[in-house]
Structure formats: structure tokens, C-alpha cells
């Protein structure tokens, strides 16, 4: 892990913002690994669904960092922007951020991730991903 950097949200919505509670954490407080790589699956999920106007399917998580842990409380925050649209995949870049302890806020940025979505269809095949219009 990284030394501890201090930062601030980007200036845009998040696409998920969830709290982090004592189910998602091992008995020292901190977040599971698998929660948070589930919340990420979800969160890039989003754009890649609306890019390919329907169902998608993980294909690849191309990349994962993880930078600093992440604790029961933080307020989670996954923001996502797409890096590729090729003829049946969408590529999405995830960051994600926690903002902690209220009485004197900070805001880190933990992880990155990579990953990479198919467009399927209703037998769960890949199918190409329209042009945008």
C-alpha cells in the first residue's frame, strides 16, 4: 500500500456512493477485499449497460489496485468513465474514494480498476454494441 494522500472527490456525480458497515469487514474493521471488488463490478457495470443499451456480461478485470484499506464507516464513493468500445466489449476505468471520520473530514482515494464488459443478448451471447446515435 501507498502512503496515506489526502484528496478531494472529483467534480462529477459518483455513479454508487454506499456506506461501509461492520457485514462487509473482517474482525479488525477493515473491508473485505471480495465486497470491494463486487462494488466495483457493480459500479462499472452502470456506464457499460447504458453504452450497450442492455444486458452485459464481466469479461476481464484488467486491472486492480488496491491503495489503501478501507474501513467500517467510510462513506464509499465509485466513480467510472468508459476507456473503449470495441465491435462487442466495453472497457471502464473505476476509481473509487472513501470520505472518513466527520468531525475532521478526509478523503482518500483507495482503489483503481480496470475491467472489461461484453454486450450479450437474451441467450446470454455476445452481440455487438450499437452506435451511438
Known amino acids: 500500500m501507498t502512503h496515506q ?7 462529477r456525480e459518483p455513479t454508487i456512493r454506499v456506506a461501509a458497515m461492520p457485514s462487509d469487514a473482517n474482525y479488525t474493521g477493515d473491508i473485505f477485499g471480495g465486497w470491494l471488488m463486487g462494488q466495483v463490478d457493480i459500479a462499472g457495470s452502470v456506464p457499460a449497460v447504458h453504452r450497450a443499451k442492455g444486458r452485459v456480461a464481466t469479461v476481464a478485470v484488467n486491472s486492480f489496485v488496491f491503495k489503501q484499506p478501507i474501513f467500517v464507516g467510510d462513506l464509499v464513493s465509485f466513480y467510472t468513465h468508459i476507456v473503449k468500445v470495441g465491435r462487442t466489449s466495453i472497457t471502464v476505468n473505476v476509481e473509487v474514494y472513501v ?32 452506435e451511438i446515435e
Open 99 to 130: 470520505q472518513r471520520n466527520p468531525e475532521k473530514p478526509t478523503c482518500l482515494k483507495v482503489t483503481e480498476a480496470t475491467l472489461t464488459y461484453v454486450a450479450v443478448d437474451e441467450n446470454r451471447k455476445p452481440r455487438v454494441v450499437p
Open 5 to 11: 494522500l489526502t484528496t478531494t472527490l472529483p467534480n
